[in-house]
């Protein structure tokens, strides 16, 4: 019987030359940045937010600060695993970026319904009507947050695929066997041809 022998499989845990080509191709380390600035920016506009104090949402721009340090954490976890790209890591960043995902859609409608910012919808007796110039700061800040969410969202996406990318890439690993002769099929072949030998006969001798 032949005997099969397959490349040595990665170690467990490590990726595969295909796997860590799919990783790279995403330029995690620059993601995981650009999501790091993100974070930064929507905490210092959601600050801005909330100095106005005639503002009627600074709840729902309060949990903008949950957003900020999941997209902070997603964006290290992120720079991390270009470093150390392990299945461990690309598993975690799958995991963490469609939590992010679910964070930044949550608090993309929340503020979208407030964009345009219509005072008159929350004015009451006690309330002071904002100026007009403090009524247009409100409507940039609103929209610069809600880009910098969709930009998130993008980010999240594209973490997620080439995450699937590399699991998958795992999953399509080809074994390359290579079959050697049986040493039983080998005695049995026939010997090299060899001329025959011509024994002399008893009794019988050659006449001169």
């Given at each position: 019987?032949?005997?099969?022998?397959?490349?040595?499989?990665?170690?467990?845990?490590?990726?595969?030359?295909?796997?860590?080509?799919?990783?790279?191709?995403?330029?995690?380390?620059?993601?995981?940045?650009?999501?790091?600035?993100?974070?930064?920016?929507?905490?210092?506009?959601?600050?801005?937010?909330?100095?106005?104090?005639?503002?009627?949402?600074?709840?729902?721009?309060?949990?903008?600060?949950?957003?900020?340090?999941?997209?902070?954490?997603?964006?290290?976890?992120?720079?991390?695993?270009?470093?150390?790209?392990?299945?461990?890591?690309?598993?975690?960043?799958?995991?963490?970026?469609?939590?992010?995902?679910?964070?930044?859609?949550?608090?993309?409608g929340l503020m979208s319904k407030h964009l345009p910012y219509r005072q008159d919808s929350y004015h009451c007796e006690h309330c002071r009507r904002l100026e007009l110039h403090a009524v247009l700061l409100i409507d940039g800040i609103l929209a610069t947050l809600v880009i910098f969410l969709v930009l998130e969202l993008l980010i999240c996406t594209t973490a997620m695929l080439f995450g699937l990318s590399v699991l998958a890439a795992g999953g399509r690993q080809v074994e390359v066997f290579v079959t050697e002769p049986d040493s039983d099929q080998?005695?049995?072949?026939?010997?090299?041809?060899?001329?025959?030998?011509v024994e002399p006969i008893e009794g019988v001798t050659s006449e001169p």
């Open positions: 019987m032949a005997d099969a022998e397959k490349e040595t499989p990665p170690a467990a845990g490590s990726l595969s030359a295909g796997q860590l080509q799919s990783h790279f191709k995403m330029e995690p380390k620059t993601l995981g940045a650009i999501q790091i600035v993100i974070g930064a920016l929507i905490l210092c506009l959601s600050a801005s937010v909330l100095q106005i104090y005639e503002v009627h949402f600074t709840g729902d721009v309060s949990l903008l600060l949950i957003v900020v340090l999941q997209v902070t954490f997603s964006g290290s976890v992120l720079i991390h695993s270009g470093r150390r790209p392990t299945l461990f890591w690309v598993k975690f960043v799958l995991v963490l970026h469609l939590i992010s995902a679910a964070f930044s859609t949550a608090a993309l080998v005695e049995d072949l026939p010997s090299p041809h060899t001329e025959p030998q």
